[in-house]
């Protein structure tokens, strides 16, 4: 890629940025867009939906960056949960590590790792854990596997075994039920109940009536509030009927709740049958973090997902490889030329030839790659995780590694060691053909960081696609922000994005400095419009208490080394021996202090250790509210598809309540 190429995609992307700031700036105070730019604040009541317009409101203003700014890690904990912090602490790690070069380098990221993150994380998930009031998934385990009864119920089972086998700690228990179908028709049920509920409230407005077509616009025109509510009849009365015809179908698991947590560290820990396959122990996520659909699934189907799952991946992987040749195609205009000979005369222009050279390659393979946080997420729902975060959290793994083979080392070795496969088979001409390789995609990344860095980090802001539902929503269906969602930290696309950017600041940091300005701009442009999100946009949809980081981890780490080798082979070529192997020592350094790290810190993020729960356990002695949270510990894990519903005529009449109050008892 040729200097104007360049610069052509820096002026191109630099301008969306400012195009997105001013609409964002300009869009979020118009009234109708609200619930786009601070869903959150609206449903804690700390926003209000509707007001006036005024010409004022379409001046662009910077005053929600000074607001980002000010913004304290200390709020986003008490609001969002460690797990943000993590995801801000990001931010700051790589603004700190991209100024420093090869020992020096690697020493001050270890330190940096060490002290400044893993160290100070782990003191903040222990001074968060010693904050919290009593939560269920602290007191509570999953079991599963747990033996066929004979003569009695999976439930009866349960009971009498943790009576013998821990009398002196076990609380309760709640089965797991088989209830997929009815989860969707609950959540029907549910959205139903809330556009009833906001047309009654606004009982006088056009929008009660309508036609009952597609998107409002065909079928007979009827009164919403009547049509709704016989709706709303018809779907209580399938619940009813399927909660009736699922109340018996119990799965082999079970959450159970002890009296201590120490107790339900006990039985986590120890294996609980001389058969290790019978009652087998896991950590009970938060009730709200549960994934209830995972219990719905054999132990056999799980097994045979997670095989379909590997397989899709490495599928997906190799189908990935086409949009790559695609892009590198275009960064050399000769073997376009070669390709499609009618568009010679087009591409001796010179600003096409800039454009296609310098913009397109990356902004193709940021459309293709918009595509993979989804497909992840939808794999690892397969691979029998309990929990949300879990799947989350693979996700995020899954990502972050496609596309660090996908987007550097399919780009890298494309046209050597692609075409090569033996050099995997050779390893001492691994630093050789990466010391080649990797210098002359530069420019080409330095692109991708302005494409996928600075602009999507602005799209981000301006939250287009909600943006372009909300307009078409209030437009065609006349709902006037009703049904919106709050939607949660993006973890499993953000992390990846963040860490493969500091993957390309470490690793390029001495083969070209140029993209440590780029990647400079995108951290601080992170770092801001992110708290700016998290202060209006996101909720917390659960708490994992930091177990991001080990993550993020070992991305550096990974990256430390590959920068090792991409040296070692550097000197090589430049024929300096001496150099060379003195470089060898780092990357073996780096692998030991790693080791170190998780024999240190890793553990916190597995579990507390015994002397923080017994300390937690001593404060809830003299908490005189210990009583009445054992009361709703009971309860904590019962199948929110078997709870009963309340959404009946009698109850719409009080549609003055707040709208998600006792919707399920």
Same mark, same amino acid.
């Given at each position: 890629?040729?200097?104007?190429?360049?610069?052509?995609?820096?002026?191109?992307?630099?301008?969306?940025?400012?195009?997105?700031?001013?609409?964002?700036?300009?869009?979020?105070?118009?009234?109708?867009?609200?619930?786009?730019?601070?869903?959150?604040?609206?449903?804690?009541?700390?926003?209000?939906?509707?007001?006036?317009?005024?010409?004022?409101?379409?001046?662009?203003?910077?005053?929600?960056?000074?607001?980002?700014?000010?913004?304290?890690?200390?709020?986003?904990?008490?609001?969002?949960?460690?797990?943000?912090?993590?995801?801000?602490?990001?931010?700051?790690?790589?603004?700190?590590?991209?100024?420093?070069?090869?020992?020096?380098?690697?020493?001050?990221?270890?330190?940096?790792?060490?002290?400044?993150?893993?160290?100070?994380?782990?003191?903040?998930?222990?001074?968060?854990?010693?904050?919290?009031?009593?939560?269920?998934?602290?007191?509570?385990?999953?079991?599963?596997?747990?033996?066929?009864?004979?003569?009695?119920?999976?439930?009866?089972?349960?009971?009498?075994?943790?009576?013998?086998?821990?009398?002196?700690?076990?609380?309760?228990?709640?089965?797991?039920?088989?209830?997929?179908?009815?989860?969707?028709?609950?959540?029907?049920?549910?959205?139903?109940?809330?556009?009833?509920?906001?047309?009654?409230?606004?009982?006088?407005?056009?929008?009660?009536?309508?036609?009952?077509?597609?998107?409002?616009?065909?079928?007979?025109?009827?009164?919403?509030?009547?049509?709704?509510?016989?709706?709303?009849?018809?779907?209580?009365?399938?619940?009813?009927?399927?909660?009736?015809?699922?109340?018996?179908?119990?799965?082999?698991?079970?959450?159970?709740?002890?009296?201590?947590?120490?107790?339900?560290?006990?039985?986590?820990?120890?294996?609980?049958?001389?058969?290790?396959?019978?009652?087998?122990?896991?950590?009970?996520?938060?009730?709200?973090?549960?994934?209830?659909?995972?219990?719905?699934?054999?132990?056999?189907?799980?097994?045979?997902?997670?095989?379909?799952?590997?397989?899709?991946?490495?599928?997906?992987?190799?189908?990935?490889?086409?949009?790559?040749?695609?892009?590198?195609?275009?960064?050399?205009?000769?073997?376009?030329?070669?390709?499609?000979?009618?568009?010679?005369?087009?591409?001796?222009?010179?600003?096409?030839?800039?454009?296609?050279?310098?913009?397109?390659?990356?902004?193709?393979?940021?459309?293709?790659?918009?595509?993979?946080?989804?497909?992840?997420?939808?794999?690892?729902?397969?691979?029998?995780?309990?929990?949300?975060?879990?799947?989350?959290?693979?996700?995020?793994?899954?990502?972050?590694?496609?596309?660090?083979?996908?987007?550097?080392?399919?780009?890298?070795?494309?046209?050597?060691?692609?075409?090569?496969?033996?050099?995997?088979?050779?390893?001492?001409?691994?630093?050789?053909?990466?010391?080649?390789?990797?210098?002359?995609?530069?420019?080409?990344?330095?692109?991708?960081?302005?494409?996928?860095?600075?602009?999507?980090?602005?799209?981000?802001?301006? =939250?287009?696609? #909600? &943006?372009?539902? $909300? +307009?078409?929503?209030?437009?065609?269906?006349? @709902? /006037?922000?009703?049904?919106?969602?709050?939607?949660?930290?993006?973890?499993?696309?953000?992390?990846?994005?963040?860490?493969?950017?500091?993957?390309?600041?470490?690793?390029?940091?001495?083969?070209?400095?140029?993209?440590?300005?780029?990647?400079?701009?995108?951290?601080?442009?992170?770092?801001?419009?992110?708290?700016?999100?998290?202060?209006?946009?996101?909720?917390?949809?659960?708490?994992?208490?930091?177990?991001?980081?080990?993550?993020?981890?070992?991305?550096?780490?990974?990256?430390?080394?590959?920068?090792?080798?991409?040296?070692?082979?550097?000197?090589?070529?430049?024929?300096?021996?001496?150099?060379?192997?003195?470089?060898?020592?780092?990357?073996?350094?780096?692998?030991?202090?790693?080791?170190?790290?998780?024999? =240190?810190?890793? #553990? &916190?993020?597995? $579990? +507390?250790?015994?002397?923080?729960?017994?300390? @937690? /356990?001593?404060?809830?002695?003299?908490?005189?509210?210990?009583?009445?949270?054992?009361?709703?510990?009971?309860?904590?894990?019962?199948?929110?598809?078997?709870?009963?519903?309340?959404?009946?005529?009698?109850?719409?009449?009080?549609?003055?309540?707040?709208?998600?109050?006792?919707?399920?008892?």
């Amino acid at each position: 890629m040729i200097l104007s190429a360049l610069i052509t995609s820096v002026g191109i992307n630099l301008g969306l940025c400012l195009l997105f700031f001013t609409l964002y700036s300009i869009l979020r105070k118009q009234p109708g867009n609200i619930t786009v730019y601070a869903p959150r604040l609206v449903a804690e009541g700390k926003a209000q939906q509707g007001g006036q317009f005024n010409l004022e409101s379409l001046l662009p203003t910077a005053g929600w960056i000074r607001k980002a700014w000010q913004l304290s890690e200390d709020e986003i904990l008490s609001v969002l949960g460690l797990d943000a912090v993590v995801f801000m602490r990001i931010f700051i790690f790589r603004l700190w590590i991209h100024f420093c070069a090869a020992y020096v380098f690697t020493g001050v990221v270890c330190y940096l790792l060490y002290y400044q993150e893993y160290e100070y994380i782990s003191s903040k998930r222990i001074a968060y854990f010693y904050s919290s009031k009593p939560q269920p998934h602290q007191f509570s385990i999953l079991v599963r596997g747990i033996p066929i009864p004979s003569g009695g119920t999976y439930s009866e089972t349960v009971d009498s075994f943790f009576i013998e086998n821990h009398s002196s700690t076990y609380l309760s228990h709640s089965m797991v039920r088989r209830t997929s179908k009815l989860q969707g028709l609950i959540g029907d049920t549910e959205k139903l109940y809330k556009r009833l509920s906001h047309l009654k409230l606004n009982n006088h407005t056009p929008q009660r009536f309508r036609r009952d077509g597609f998107l409002g616009i065909f079928g007979r025109k009827v009164d919403l509030v009547d049509h709704y509510e016989k709706k709303l009849e018809d779907l209580e009365d399938n619940v009813r009927l399927e909660q009736s015809s699922s109340a018996g179908k119990e799965v082999p698991a079970a959450f159970v709740s002890f009296k201590s947590r120490l107790g339900a560290a006990v039985a986590l820990h120890i294996q609980q049958a001389v058969n290790p396959t019978k009652w087998v122990t896991e950590r009970a996520p938060e009730p709200q973090d549960v994934y209830w659909p995972f219990f719905s699934d054999s132990f056999i189907k799980r097994w045979i997902c997670v095989l379909v799952v590997f397989v899709a991946c490495v599928a997906l992987t190799i189908l990935f490889l086409i949009p790559v040749v695609l892009v590198q195609g275009l960064t050399h205009l000769d073997q376009l030329e070669t390709w499609f000979p009618f568009l010679k005369g087009v591409l001796k222009l010179t600003f096409v030839s800039q454009v296609i050279t310098g913009y397109l390659p990356s902004l193709i393979l940021q459309m293709f790659l918009s595509f993979v946080p989804p497909i992840m997420i939808m794999f690892s729902s397969m691979q029998g995780y309990i929990s949300l975060s879990q799947i989350e959290k693979s996700a995020c793994i899954k990502v972050l590694w496609f596309t660090i083979w996908n987007i550097f080392f399919a780009n890298v070795l494309s046209g050597s060691a692609l075409y090569q496969v033996n050099v995997f088979l050779e390893p001492k001409k691994i630093p050789s053909v990466l010391a080649e390789a990797v210098p002359a995609q530069a420019s080409f990344f330095i692109a991708y960081v302005v494409t996928s860095g600075w602009t999507s980090l602005s799209s981000e802001l301006c =939250r287009l696609t #909600p &943006l372009i539902c $909300s +307009f078409f929503k209030r437009v065609f269906s006349g @709902k /006037d922000g009703d049904e919106f969602e709050v939607p949660s930290i993006p973890y499993h696309s953000g992390i990846p994005t963040i860490l493969f950017f500091g993957l390309l600041g470490i690793t390029y940091f001495f083969l070209a400095p140029l993209i440590l300005p780029f990647l400079l701009v995108y951290y601080c442009m992170g770092y801001i419009i992110y708290r700016n999100q998290l202060l209006n946009v996101y909720a917390l949809q659960y708490e994992t208490g930091g177990k991001f980081w080990p993550i993020v981890h070992y991305s550096t780490i990974f990256s430390l080394v590959l920068m090792h080798i991409i040296a070692i082979g550097i000197f090589g070529l430049k024929k300096v021996p001496l150099a060379s192997s003195l470089t060898i020592p780092l990357p073996i350094l780096t692998l030991l202090f790693n080791e170190y790290c998780q024999k =240190r810190f890793l #553990p &916190l993020f597995k $579990s +507390f250790p015994m002397e923080c729960l017994v300390k @937690k /356990d001593r404060e809830d002695v003299n908490d005189p509210t210990m009583g009445e949270f054992y009361e709703k510990l009971v309860t904590a894990y019962r199948d929110p598809g078997l709870m009963s519903l309340r959404y009946s005529r009698s109850s719409t009449e009080g549609y003055n309540s707040p709208l998600l109050h006792a919707a399920r008892v």
